[in-house]
């Protein structure tokens, strides 16, 4: 049981908009902790998609944004490409467990 | 271009005890921590514990105090995990990672190390 919930599966078609969820509680999320967002490709390892809630990396396209309100974060992508077809993780702190970097439990988007 | 390059798959047995790498370069090894993630066969990632190489300050996840080590070796930018005595729930891909900052997330990261424990 992950300290931070996400769904474990959304789909989309090309094109279409989908969002992913991750909620925490007031140790975590709702105490201020950034959220980071990870992809992962089948096979490789994860790559950095969004950090402190709402910023892209360099070379990340637009299309991926975040956000994150009370003990809640969300990912959206949108333009759907089947290249985004991947697990989604996202990451913060919890002050509740010492010194814990805990992650959701990942979601994995289909393309349709 | 920063890179991390990690050591190569092991295979091991049961009680058996191993230590892989994750070298750095294209940055100042020094002045940025080096996590450590498990992600076991079809699961999740989990932070197992991060060092900062400058002056080896590590710290783990409650999960994993007292059933691995973590250290680096600044001379050769080098960060390691190691176990003792390996079960086969260790079984998993194990990633390092680079953080800025103590809080912050893993910016790059390794290619992965499969530990297989079987015996």
């Known amino acids: 049981q992950s300290v931070l919930t996400q769904p474990p599966s959304v789909s989309g078609a090309p094109g279409q908009r989908v969002t992913i969820s991750c909620t925490g509680s007031s140790s975590n999320i709702g105490a201020g902790y950034d959220v980071h967002w990870y992809q992962q490709l089948p096979g490789t390892a994860p790559k950095l998609l969004i950090y402190g809630n709402s910023n892209r990396p360099s070379g990340v396209p637009d299309r991926f944004s975040g956000s994150k309100s009370g003990t809640s974060a969300s990912l959206a992508i949108t333009g759907l490409q089947a290249e985004d077809e991947a697990d989604y993780y996202c990451q913060s702190y919890d002050s509740s467990l010492s010194d814990n970097w805990v992650f959701g439990g990942g979601t994995k988007l289909t393309v349709l | 271009e920063v890179q991390l390059v990690q050591s190569g798959a092991e295979v091991k047995k049961p009680g058996e005890s191993l230590k892989i790498s994750c070298k750095g370069s294209g940055y100042s090894f020094t002045s940025y921590w080096i996590g450590w993630v498990r992600q076991m066969p079809g699961k999740g990632l989990e932070w197992m514990g991060i060092i900062y190489p400058g002056d080896s300050d590590t710290r783990y996840s409650p999960s994993f105090q007292g059933q691995v080590t973590i250290s680096a070796d600044k001379s050769i930018s080098t960060a390691y995990l190691q176990w003792s005595s390996l079960k086969a729930s260790d079984t998993a891909m194990y990633y390092c990672?680079?953080?800025?900052?103590?809080?912050?997330?893993?910016?790059?990261w390794g290619q992965g190390t499969l530990v297989t424990v079987s015996s």
């Open positions: 990672a680079r953080l800025i900052a103590e809080l912050e997330p893993g910016d790059y």
